[in-house]
């Protein structure tokens, strides 16, 4: 089958994102905007662009009725859902597949066990890949929730199952602050998630974030292409990722490549996706996640295999087979990704929409960047603060932490704060460069921060 229209249930630079894919497969583009997004990127790059609803997300981009009229009106045949938003939501694809649109992403029941933390935590025991001790099944008062982190121990990590972008993550270091946030973690995933369930997870303490990057068809072809090292977050959320990770014995990189490979194909996924774990400080490794979707840092995996990962999506959801096997794959070099976010990180990292008086980005040697801004865009405070990711390709890990350097200086927008300087700081720092970094390195940094003013770095 031949995709030839494809609505895009985006927006942002992923939007972009998957446009610039869409073109270069010849494939006709159609985006959808709120009230919020007349002036953005994506809908400016689409062929056709149809209005969605109301600024709040709940009322555009995540509006199933809406999305559907849109794809039913411009007549496309496939839809591709990005990241947040729709993109996990069951219901969405298979509405999509019952109207008869190709859904760009994995079969809405293989969706459904993994969008759900805790049945996809029961899967992976089930396949025989390493979890954190904790809950199997969602946990239903606040006494079993002690009586869980009794027989764990503290620290523990309190869970949405529905949860994402670190949202709703709390950790409990002793049995006053379980009792204490267990109330909230209950009251806001019953708000603000589909699966309203939580349950608790030991919580690894300098832990380490690696993720592995599968691609799968449907005929049973499933490869990686590397793992990932997100080890450099905020608040459960990821700020800079590389690929490949510093610290990875090769037989440890096998193993972690493996337990992937093992989950993705017991479970017969069927696109691309990417399966999470936390690392110990003692090299044990653990699944937290799979995200069945493209993710924000997919971009580094495909500096250093080659490999158009929205491309090879779209084309398997088109019926078509891999047409490269894991011996094509040579990973070579080291791709490194800083996230752009609207936000002070002066301020706490405040978030700071507003008019982008001016807007210029680095070029040159092995750098990309992926926006959706231009100078005089004035970005909405609705959504996601994320603007642009600047992504660069080393020979070595020197080379691409000097290149990182040069674009983050060479990087002008004016009118709004962003994480730049933030990420001036993490570039020059020692435990940084040596790789001897843990999930919350980054947020102690921004707490005994020299001034971030003069973080500039030559
Ligand atoms: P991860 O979810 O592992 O952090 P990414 O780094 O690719 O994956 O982030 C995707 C983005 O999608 C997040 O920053 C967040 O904005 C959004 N997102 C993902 N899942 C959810 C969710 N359940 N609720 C709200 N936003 C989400
Ligand atoms: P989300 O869907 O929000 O991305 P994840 O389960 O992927 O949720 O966890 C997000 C982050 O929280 C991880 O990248 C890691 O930093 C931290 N985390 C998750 N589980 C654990 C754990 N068991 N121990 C320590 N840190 C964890
Ligand atoms: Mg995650």
């Known amino acids: 089958m031949r995709i030839q229209k494809v ?31 007349t002036t953005s990127k994506h809908v400016m790059m689409a062929d056709e662009a149809y209005y969605v609803g109301k600024a709040s997300a709940l009322d555009s981009y995540m509006n199933i009725t809406n999305v559907l009229a849109v794809a039913a009106e411009a007549q496309v045949d496939a839809i591709h859902p990005g990241y947040g938003f729709l993109a996990e939501n069951e219901d969405f694809a298979r509405a999509c597949e019952d109207n ?82 267990w109330v909230m973690s209950e009251r806001e995933a019953n708000m603000s998630f589909v699966d309203a369930g939580v349950f608790l997870e030991k919580y690894m303490e300098k832990a380490r974030h690696i993720e592995v990057q599968i691609l799968a068809d449907n005929y049973g072809n499933v490869i990686h292409l590397g793992e990932r ?35 993705a194909r017991g479970i017969k996924y069927n696109s691309a996706g990417t399966v999470e774990f936390i690392l110990d400080q003692d090299q044990n490794f653990y699944f937290i996640e799979m995200n069945t979707r493209i993710q924000v840092e997919h971009t580094v995996s495909e500096m250093v295999t080659g490999v158009d990962i929205v491309k090879e999506q779209i084309m398997v959801a088109a019926g078509e087979k891999l047409n490269f096997s894991q011996d094509d794959i040579a990973n070579k070099g080291c791709s490194i990704e800083c996230r752009i976010n609207a936000e002070d990180p002066e301020q706490n990292f405040m978030p700071s929409p507003g008019l982008i008086t001016f807007y210029e980005r680095p070029a040159g040697h092995s750098i990309r960047v992926d926006d959706y801004v231009y100078s005089g865009y004035e970005l909405p405070y609705f959504y996601d603060s994320l603007l642009s990711k600047v992504i660069v390709w080393g020979n070595t890990r020197e ?12 990087f002008n927008i004016e009118g709004i704060k962003t994480t730049i300087p933030f990420h001036q700081q993490v570039l020059k720092h020692p435990l940084f460069i040596d790789g001897d970094i843990y999930t919350t390195f980054a947020q102690e940094l921004v707490s005994d921060l020299v001034p971030l003013k003069n973080a500039a770095v030559k």
Not at 7 to 18: K, P, S
Not at 233 to 261: D, F, G, T
């Open 7 to 37: 609505l895009i249930a985006n927006r942002g630079e992923i939007a972009v994102r998957i446009i610039r894919a869409c073109q270069e497969l010849d494939i006709s583009t159609v985006a959808i905007y709120s009230e919020a997004d």
């Open 100 to 181: 008869g649109y190709t859904f760009i992403g994995p079969c809405p029941s293989i969706m459904s066990r993994m969008s759900s933390k805790i049945d996809a935590r029961e899967t992976a025991v089930q396949l025989g890949v390493p979890v954190a001790e904790g809950n199997t099944k969602p946990v239903r008062s606040k006494r079993e929730a002690i009586h869980t982190a009794k027989r764990v121990g503290y620290p523990v990590l309190i869970k949405p199952s529905g949860g994402g972008g670190g949202r709703g993550l709390r950790v409990a270091r002793n049995e006053r602050e379980l009792n204490e946030f």
């Open 229 to 263: 090292d997100c080890t450099i977050q905020r608040r459960h959320q990821k700020l800079i990722e590389e690929s490949p990770s510093p610290v990875l014995s090769e037989e440890l990189r096998r193993q972690i490549l493996n337990a992937a490979l093992k989950l």
């Open 399 to 410: 080379e691409a932490m000097a290149r990182m350097k040069r674009a983050l200086n060479e």
